[in-house]
């Protein structure tokens, strides 16, 4: 990074709270706050035409919610790091967010110390998570297998189930083909195939939702 101050958009829909974040955001030097939303398709506008380095989302507002606009804002503009400021703790809302691609997570009770440590953190490119959050997403990633591929995703053939459990394992397909003796061409056949039954859009949500089921624990390789 350079010395320059983090460029932060803030989208919240409750004008105190937002407020007080701007409040701690003017009293940093390493901050500077661009814009401020109100919904979610506020912040996808303002993301758009402000290109900030981080986006502070909540992820219950009217319209469109926090989670539909870090995805959008993800896919037009991969470069902006988007961290979750919400008071919601369920998996279902963390794992939703690691999905649309938001680079952090953090509760309202935070400190504003953490909140800006976290907003330097993902402005780097560091994956941040309050304490919390933390300990959630360790335990759940070290729980046991749930279920095995066949069983967990019935519409898989038995091969593409087996390309499956190897993409949880972090394993590319230039790998996958060489464990298999396949061309390359037909692993991308399988990939493309295990994407459109599980309707994700890419290999990163492919490997949360098999990780979700218990897959990928036997081992690890490139990605």
Same mark, same amino acid.
């Given at each position: 990074? $350079?010395d320059?101050?983090?460029?932060l958009?803030?989208?919240?829909?409750h004008?105190v709270?937002?407020?007080?974040?701007?409040?701690l955001? #003017?009293?940093?030097? $390493?901050i500077?706050l661009?814009?401020?939303?109100?919904?979610g398709?506020?912040a996808?506008?303002? %993301?758009?035409?402000?290109q900030?380095?981080?986006?502070?989302m909540?992820?219950?507002? +009217?319209g469109?919610?926090?989670?539909?606009?870090?995805? =959008? /804002?993800? %896919?037009? =503009?991969?470069?902006?790091?988007?961290?979750?400021l919400? @008071?919601?703790?369920?998996?279902?809302?963390?794992?939703?967010? @690691?999905?649309?691609?938001?680079?952090?997570?953090l509760?309202k009770g *935070?400190?504003q110390?953490?909140?800006?440590?976290?907003?330097?953190?993902v402005?780097?490119?560091e994956?941040?998570f309050?304490?919390?959050? *933390?300990?959630r997403?360790?335990?759940f &990633? =070290?729980?046991p297998?749930?279920? *095995?591929?066949?069983?967990a995703? +019935?519409r898989l053939? #038995?091969?593409?189930?087996?390309?499956l459990?190897l /993409?949880?394992q972090?394993?590319?397909?230039?790998?996958? !083909?060489?464990?298999?003796?396949? =061309?390359?061409k037909?692993v991308r056949?399988?990939v493309?195939?295990? &994407?459109a039954?599980?309707?994700v859009a890419?290999?990163?949500?492919?490997?949360?939702? !098999?990780?979700e089921?218990?897959?990928?624990?036997g081992g690890?390789g490139?990605a």
């Open positions: 990074m $350079t320059d101050p983090v460029r958009l803030i989208a919240d829909d004008p709270f937002r407020g007080g974040l701007k409040m955001v #003017d009293s940093l030097d $390493t500077e661009v814009g401020e939303a109100a919904n398709e506020e996808i506008a303002l %993301a758009r035409e402000l900030p380095d981080v986006v502070l909540d992820l219950h507002m +009217p469109v919610n926090g989670i539909e606009a870090t995805r =959008s /804002i993800v %896919a037009t =503009s991969p470069h902006i790091g988007v961290l979750v919400t @008071m919601f703790q369920d998996d279902d809302s963390v794992f939703a967010a @690691m999905r649309a691609g938001a680079r952090g997570y509760l *935070a400190g110390d953490e909140i800006a440590r976290a907003i330097r953190a402005a780097s490119g994956a941040i309050g304490t919390e959050i *933390a300990a997403v360790m335990q &990633f =070290s729980a297998p749930a279920a *095995a591929p066949s069983t995703f +019935p053939t #038995d091969r593409e189930a087996e390309v459990e /993409i949880a972090g394993r590319n397909n230039a790998w996958i !083909a060489h464990h298999f003796t396949l =061309s390359q037909t056949n399988h493309s195939n295990v &994407f039954k599980l309707q890419d290999r990163a949500e492919a490997i949360v939702r !098999a990780r089921a218990g897959l990928g624990q690890g490139p």
